[in-house]
């Protein structure tokens, strides 16, 4: 097996999305001759995607929304190699998603450790779910939530990488890391291995190119050469060919152990040579650049000059940039990036090169600053500061509410529960004695354990409704577990992008810090809250409509809850419920803001899976 080459975009939560192998195919083949590719070519649902592959961007026609793709590298030992797929099951769409690949690597990687119980919070992933390989189910931490998974073959492979360095004409270097990875595995401090690790492309000034040399090639006196972590490169100057007889000027590393050894030019400073002196910090620079020293202590360096050294040494504006080579990975280097060797090589050039800045728009979070006066209710919604709280009754009895919504069967059929997993004929882990039933939820007619449904109310908000773990149905009227808050809602008079005719909604959500109570992960622990959040919609009919149903979903507790902060990684935070919000006034560049043509059809969707709908209104 060998390593496979992946193609991935950043979605707004900096989280990656790999393309499907098809496409990854076809962009690995187009990026090494062309800059641009409209993704509609490949793949029909793609129609409104392209890729910029000079700089590594995809582009939304329709909108503008920018990205940034990557181009990475897996091991043999992944997923991806393996042309297999974890997927979840998504309830509200009906349909399998994919994991990430992190996420996957790691998954597979223990599968196939034979540990079929995978803590997903305890890897590199961080997210708040196990995995049971067993049985194919997935559980969500804090709320219990359970979701189908599955691993099937992929429909096509992911292009295999070539042995070598890649270079395309565009001057985009691919570099093969799974030798390194395999080095670096000793010192992960998280354990998970080199799969979750990916190596991916820097971009390279357009008049360099890549070679790749043997390790022992000496290298001529006129070069000098900064070494490269991480990558193990090398880049090289040389300075441009005088006329007449000019004499070398060695450069000489002295020991502590007073052992003087010549190195050539190719390891100093570029700009570490001629007649002059050097100054304390170009020193420590240049020790640096040979790396450590073997008996602990940092060498120094000592330039000698020649009686014509002063008049013929290199200065910067005379380096030009001529190569990147491969160093072997346990040759003598600085901890430099390889976009800090790009920017020299193109500082060093006595011709910048050709450069094309792209724009990276910026995102408008906040409209203009509004005077009170120009702050209005909301027409036809109460204002909040008059607006009734509404509360519900806890039922604390889970045999009363289970008995309103379920039938009883003649005959156990021979399944599974879908909560505990374990055979309907049989009793639950949940249940104390050995007596326990199978029933059936009338709506649905999915069928579970009595004492496993009970458990699960008792889990909740205990407000006398269960939902459906299979399909999400709802039973009653549902509550969430959000903390106190309070939420506003008045008109500013301040337009929204695509909706020009009108004044925008702006909401404010409020929640303060504060400890988890008994229907939350963690009784009795502290959460913390980023608060407040401010939220948009247009102020015309849809926009109304949305508000209220908000309102309904706020006074039932379901914005908010609970949980694992899908940005930061924190735990025990404030995180939204999925229920999406639009938080970017004037601007789409997050995914968050308008124009989106979807989000009022999506929103609408997300309220219903809810239990919110158009019926809850008065």
């Known amino acids: 097996m060998a390593n496979v080459i992946v193609w991935e975009w950043q979605t707004e939560n900096d989280n ?86 992190k996420s996957m690597c790691i998954v597979e990687e223990e599968y196939c450790s034979k540990n079929y119980r995978i803590d997903l919070s305890k890897t590199k992933c961080a997210l708040p779910y196990v995995v049971d390989t067993v049985n194919m189910i997935q559980t969500r ?31 985009v270097a691919a570099v093969d890391l799974s030798e390194c990875e395999n080095k670096a595995d ?44 991480g990558v193990h490169k090398t880049l090289a100057w040389s300075s441009p060919e005088p006329t007449g007889q000019q004499d070398d000027i060695p450069v000489e590393v002295q020991e502590p152990s007073n052992d003087s050894k010549k190195v050539p030019r190719s390891m100093s400073e570029p700009g570490a040579v001629g007649g ?20 602990g202590t940092r060498p120094k360096v000592k330039v000698a000059s020649s009686r014509n050294g ?20 346990h040759a003598a280097g600085p901890l430099l990036s390889p976009v800090m060797t790009c920017i020299t090589s193109m500082l060093m050039s006595p011709v910048i090169p050709s450069i094309r800045i792209n724009h990276t728009p910026v995102p408008v979070f906040n409209p203009p600053h509004t005077s009170r006066s120009g702050i209005k209710p909301v027409p036809g919604i109460r204002p909040s500061k008059k607006r009734k709280r509404q509360s519900f009754l806890k039922v604390n009895c889970p045999n009363e509410v289970v008995k309103n919504y379920v039938t009883k069967l003649k005959e156990t059929p021979d399944e599974n529960c879908p909560i505990c997993v374990g055979p309907l004929k049989e009793s639950s882990d949940f249940q104390e004695d050995n007596e326990d039933e199978a029933l059936k939820l009338k709506k649905c007619g999915h069928i579970f354990h009595n004492s496993c449904l009970q458990a699960m109310y008792l889990a909740g908000p205990k407000d006398g409704s269960i939902q459906c773990p299979t399909c999400k149905t709802i039973y009653g009227v549902k509550h969430g577990n959000q903390p106190p808050g309070h939420m506003d809602y008045h ?29 939350h992960p963690q009784p009795g622990k502290k959460y913390t809250a980023n608060f407040p959040r401010h939220c948009y919609l247009p102020d015309n009919e849809m926009g109304r409509k ?20 899908a940005t930061t990684g924190q735990s025990n935070t404030v995180v939204w419920n999925e229920i999406h919000h639009k938080t970017e006034f004037g601007s789409n560049v997050t995914g968050h803001g308008y124009p989106d043509p979807n989000y009022f059809q999506n929103i609408l969707a997300e309220l219903k899976a809810q239990g919110v709908t158009e019926d809850c209104l008065d």
């Open 276 to 295: 002059s002196d050097l100054k304390a910090s170009e020193t420590d620079s240049i020790g640096q650049l040979q790396g450590p020293s073997t008996s």
């Open 186 to 229: 000793d010192s992960d401090d998280d354990g998970d291995g080199d799969l979750g690790d990916v190596a991916t492309i820097e971009q390279v000034s357009n008049d360099q190119m890549v070679e790749q040399t043997q390790h022992n090639r000496k290298w001529k006196s006129k070069q000098t050469v900064a070494a490269v972590h």
């Open 546 to 565: 949305i508000l209220k149903l908000l309102i309904v979903a706020w006074d039932r507790r379901l914005i908010f809850t609970i949980g694992t902060s």
């Open 16 to 101: 990656w999305k790999a393309y499907d192998p098809h496409v990854c195919s076809a962009i690995e083949t187009s990026f090494r001759t062309t800059k641009a590719l409209k993704l509609g070519e490949i793949e029909p649902a793609l129609s409104a995607y392209e890729v910029d592959l000079s700089s590594l961007q995809q582009k939304r026609i329709d909108t503008g929304t920018v990205r940034t793709v990557r181009r990475s590298i897996f091991p043999p030992k992944s997923a991806p190699a393996k042309n297999v797929t974890w997927q979840w099951f998504d309830d509200s769409s009906q349909k399998w998603l994919p994991y990430d690949l």
């Open 310 to 329: 002063s008049k013929r040494g290199m200065s910067r504006s005379q380096s030009m940039p001529v190569t990147i080579t491969a160093r072997a990975a």
């Open 141 to 171: 931490i804090d709320s219990g939530y359970r979701r189908r998974i599955r691993r099937i073959p992929l429909t096509s492979p992911y292009p295999i990488q070539d042995e070598h360095f890649e270079v395309s004409s565009s001057g």
């Open 491 to 519: 008109v500013i008079p301040h337009s929204l992008q695509s909706f020009n005719d009108c004044s925008t909604i702006r909401i404010i959500y409020e929640i303060p810090p504060g400890t988890q109570g008994p229907e």
